[in-house]
């Protein structure tokens, strides 16, 4: 094992059942020092699992932890480098914001000075150093989140576990808390593992993301790599809105029900699926050389920037910039680029 793997937070072969649920199947990842992870999943994938067997609040069955190189399978939760940030992150009613975050310092007997200043340093970091008096009732949602971050960095954990920690949050708030959770992150350059279920999210904050189902790993990569190129069917879908296309092999590309798709890259199989994002279509001027479809609008819904389009055939997905005005009925050449198009494993 190099020395960089040995800073970083391995999960080797790790099985979790509960009765006869599978919540994780052989699950194994490796998260970087300093690195930005998020596990992204549907309800019920086991993700909450995983990272309460990395808090230690959970066993697994069988396989292991490791943390810097040390095997800390069984080391109970509050001797762990790891902190976590819940979803219900219940701060103290009757503490002001300043006890709060220094709760987990005074617990462990720090002194006085040495509170201050940690404590100060991370309400300054987070923009709360004007409410350090303040009760939570006074705060705004998305100021008493910032705190439980505060609380839980002030005890310099070498992994932050955030549990869907924005969840609580109204999407305004959400979409400005993700940017600075990112910014805070690489301020830091500490290690964040992010639970999340929320697509969008976890391609805003993330250095690379697992996309997991079933108690399963499916797919490891930045954002851009499972975004771009998934491997399956559930990954395509679950990363956002894609055209999933059938086709049986053919010299040079795939017959599909809308005619033949040229292809860059030869699919294993004799019969699978290709996908394209709706952003990569593009509405071309007069029938393509290669990849067009000849296609009719069955639905048009203007969303300020863009245009989304329903066609028929398939029924096809495109978004599009919303320059052009498209009615219901229209017939148009769509193109599909093969540097959009991606086979699926399946
Ligand atoms: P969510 O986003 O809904 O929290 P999740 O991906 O975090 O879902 P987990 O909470 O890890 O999923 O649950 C994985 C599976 O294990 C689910 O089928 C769940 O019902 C089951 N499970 C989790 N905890 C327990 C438990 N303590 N007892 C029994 N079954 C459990």
Same mark, same amino acid.
């Given at each position: ?17 509960? &009765?006869?649920?599978? =919540? /994780? #199947? $052989? ?7 300093? @690195?930005?992870?998020?596990? !992204? ?106 705190? &439980?971050?505060?609380? =839980? /960095? #002030? $005890? ?7 549990? @869907?920690?924005?969840?609580? !949050? ?177």
């Amino acid at each position: 094992m190099s020395a960089d793997s040995e800073k970083g937070l391995s999960v080797v072969n790790v099985d979790k059942n509960y &009765a006869d649920v599978k =919540a /994780l #199947v $052989n699950v194994s990842l490796k998260v970087r020092e300093g @690195e930005f992870f998020t596990l !992204l999943g549907p309800s019920g994938c086991g993700k909450t699992t995983l990272l309460r067997i990395v808090a230690g609040l959970e066993l697994p069955d069988s396989g292991q932890v490791i943390l810097g190189g040390e095997d800390i399978t069984s080391l109970p939760a509050t001797k762990r480098q790891v902190n976590t940030v819940f979803q219900s992150y219940a701060l103290f009613p009757h503490l002001s914001i300043f006890e709060n975050v220094a709760f987990g310092l005074r617990s462990r007997k720090f002194p006085q000075n040495e509170v201050q200043t940690r404590v100060d340093r991370r309400l300054e970091m987070l923009g709360l150093e004007e409410m350090s008096s303040r009760f939570p009732h006074q705060l705004s949602g998305g100021q008493q989140q910032r705190v &439980a971050l505060a609380r =839980a /960095l #002030v $005890n310099e954990p070498e992994v932050l576990l955030l549990d @869907e920690p924005m969840s609580a !949050l109204d999407a305004r708030l959400r979409a400005q808390v993700q940017v600075e959770l990112r910014r805070l992150q690489r301020k830091l350059g500490q290690t964040f593992i992010l639970v999340t279920h929320d697509q969008a999210e976890a391609l805003v904050v993330s250095d690379r993301i697992a996309v997991m189902s079933d108690g399963k790993i499916i797919q490891f990569g930045t954002p851009k790599e499972v975004y771009e190129q998934p491997q399956t069917r559930f990954v395509a879908e679950f990363l956002g809105a894609a055209n999933l296309i059938a086709g049986r092999k053919g010299a040079g590309g795939i017959d599909t029900e809308m005619g033949f798709i040229n292809l860059t890259a030869t699919p294993e199989w004799n019969q699978g699926t290709v996908a394209i994002r709706p952003e990569r279509i593009r509405i071309a001027e007069g029938q393509p050389e290669k990849n067009g479809i000849k296609a009719k609008v069955t639905e048009a819904i203007y969303r300020g920037t863009n245009v989304d389009l329903w066609l028929e055939p398939g029924p096809l997905r495109v978004r599009t910039p919303a320059q052009r005005d498209f009615e219901v009925d229209d017939e148009v050449w769509l193109e599909l680029p093969e540097e959009g198009l991606v086979i699926l494993d399946e």
